[in-house]
């Protein structure tokens, strides 16, 4: 059977559903002109003689800013497209992003302001039903205030992040305590609720973990699925996020019930994230408590203060490691 619309309009869908993906075409179109000016102008190859990066470069560049490849004929370019080419470039040249990092720091860029670009893009869902002209209007009016956010979030967190740089240990190679956080039986909780009750569970159990991390003087590094991951840079702040979190579904059963794994140990900070054995020791502990119980390694269980109550469990074999010690905060 065809697929083909026809003339007679037997497979063809109703004028009301065409007129809606017009109206909506229209208005995206409005949009886009307000979000990157002028519109394309510039093919791939146009930008590499403009600025004179070669094009194998301005290809890596693009895609690690997390955007599709282009057609060497396809105009898809902005001005403002040249000009962040250019700022990448002189902030390359002058050394202020290094040369053997640059690719994974342009990355870490493009991965960040992806995730933030698709939450806000929801924010205002009213837009999608105006007029292209008022739409684009709207957008207009709205920009400037989430640039201001940015800026002054950015801004806040910048002069944090330069007091840990400045005034605390050292970034590579600090002692920190690494700490997951994970839902007890998300696969099978998930699949009871509708799409709006799995949201506002995520919602809560990410607002309420950011809340209490922050609070002890952690910091979080990110969100998995349904865990998170944080670290602190006192082993007592840790032990009170773990502990608190765990035991937050009895006082609030919104909140889901929690495990939690705690490691002690050196962890190499890069791009915002942890990497080492450190991260990975919190992951497997994390696998293997039980539902309300916070796990420790050995390391962190031997700094920790007289009056903090653990308990050794049995040796487990996770992956990586055959004979991992571990013990339960009382």
Excluded at 30 to 44: C, F, I, M, N
Excluded at 285 to 307: C, F, G, H, K, Q
């Amino acid at each position: 059977m065809s697929t083909d619309f026809d003339e007679a309009g037997g497979d063809q869908p109703p004028a009301s559903s065409l007129s809606a993906a017009h109206d909506l075409a229209a208005t995206y179109d409005a949009v886009e002109a307000v979000l990157l000016g002028d519109g394309p102008r510039y093919t791939r190859l146009e930008v590499a003689e403009a600025t004179g990066v070669p094009i194998e470069r301005l290809s890596e560049l693009w895609r690690a800013l997390g955007f599709p490849g282009t057609r060497d004929d396809e105009r898809h370019f902005t001005d403002d497209d040249l000009e962040a080419l250019r700022v990448i470039q002189t902030l390359v040249g002058s050394g202020v992003i290094p040369q053997a990092d640059d690719i994974a720091i342009i990355r870490t860029l493009g991965r960040t302001f992806s995730r933030l670009a698709d939450w806000e893009a929801g924010l205002s869902p009213e837009i999608a039903t105006l007029p292209p002209a008022q739409a684009a209007e709207a957008t207009r009016a709205l920009i400037p205030i989430v640039q201001q956010l940015h800026d002054y979030a950015w801004r806040r967190h910048l002069a944090r992040a330069t007091a840990r740089e400045l005034l605390g240990a050292p970034v590579e190679g600090a002692e920190l305590c690494v700490g997951f956080v994970d839902i007890v039986g998300f696969t099978s909780t998930s699949r009871k609720l509708s799409q709006a009750e799995l949201a506002a569970l995520i919602e809560h159990f990410e607002q309420t973990s950011s809340q209490v991390v922050t609070a002890h003087r952690g910091r979080v590094v990110k969100t998995i699925g349904d865990e998170i991951l944080f670290i602190a840079d006192e082993p007592d702040d840790a032990i009170a996020i773990g502990r608190e979190l765990t035991s937050r579904h009895e006082q609030d059963p919104a909140f889901p019930q929690v495990r939690a794994g705690l490691a002690h140990g050196p962890v190499l900070a890069r791009l915002g994230d942890v990497f080492g054995e450190t991260v990975n020791i919190a992951a497997r502990l994390t696998s293997l408590a039980r539902p309300a119980t916070v796990l420790v390694n050995d390391t962190l269980r031997a700094i920790l203060p007289e009056d903090v109550a653990v308990r050794r469990i049995p040796p487990a074999s996770v992956r990586g490691y055959h004979h991992l010690e571990a013990w339960v905060l009382r």
